[in-house]
């Protein structure tokens, strides 16, 4: 080895040394704000940040392992497909708030005949009715049984006097409702509350072994039609319209 290699040698060394006694020094400057835990090794300090910083890195990293990047593309779809739906409920609702419902108007009659002459009262069985219970229209009839949704607040053997009636017709003439015709009601009695018959909801995707089978009982309410009242004012006698002029 050469006189000028020596010396390189021993160059490199020297700065190695100087870096490491400048590290030393910089430790024992910072040690003393640090606070310090004891170990079987000796003296070790210890950040709380650092400590943190750790734990939720070693977190993420778990989460992503375990966490399969189908499973993260089919959450993030359910998710956005739930943002979709909450923003047109909103737009719905403010659409219900400026839209202007229809002003109401009074029932129209209308003849079928204008020769024949409309015999009153009409005979129970000679009368049906288009009605509104919750939030389905039912023609009805007397005697008739109809399976309506599930009316909670009335009993078994009660009697229900509903007043939403969309039409009444018979033989001679119609009675048309802007919405409701305000001079008829149907008279129905609870006759059971149950439960519908059993419907499967099966669900399958194929080459994904996924097979789920439940079954629904919807609960409804059974009524029997007992009248259909319609007391035709005078005054709509007068406004009646001919079907045919």
């Given at each position: ?42 003296v070790r300090c210890f950040s709380e ?74 005979p129970e069985n000679g009368i049906f ?107 709509l006698l007068h406004r009646a319209i001919?079907?045919?002029?």
């Amino acid at each position: 080895m050469c006189i000028r290699d020596r010396v390189s040698t021993q160059s490199t060394w020297g700065m190695l040394n100087l870096l490491r006694g400048c590290q030393r020094a910089m430790g024992a400057m910072l040690r003393p704000s640090l606070p310090m835990q004891s170990s079987a090794f000796g003296v070790r300090c210890f950040s709380e940040f650092f400590r943190e910083r750790d734990k939720q890195e070693r977190i993420l990293y778990y989460t992503e392992q375990t966490h399969f990047w189908k499973y993260k593309k089919l959450r993030d779809q359910w998710q956005k497909l739930k943002k979709k739906k909450e923003l047109r409920r909103q737009r719905k609702a403010l659409r219900d708030l400026t839209k202007t419902p229809p002003e109401p108007q009074a029932e129209k009659l209308v003849t079928h005949s204008p020769q024949a002459e409309i015999v009153l009262p009409q005979p129970e069985n000679g009368i049906f009715a288009v009605v509104k219970i919750g939030a389905s229209q039912l023609k009805v009839t007397k005697d008739d049984q109809v399976v309506s949704e599930w009316l909670k607040d009335y009993e078994v053997n009660q009697q229900i006097v509903f007043d939403k009636v969309l039409l009444v017709a018979t033989k001679d003439y119609t009675s048309l409702g802007r919405p409701f015709v305000e001079s008829a009601k149907v008279y129905a009695t609870v006759e059971e509350q149950t439960l519908s018959k059993k419907v499967i909801v099966f669900k399958k995707k194929r080459r994904k072994d996924y097979k789920k089978s439940r079954g629904h009982r919807q609960r409804i309410t059974i009524l029997r039609i007992d009248k259909i009242v319609h007391d035709i004012p005078e005054e709509l006698l007068h406004r009646a319209i001919p079907l045919i002029p």
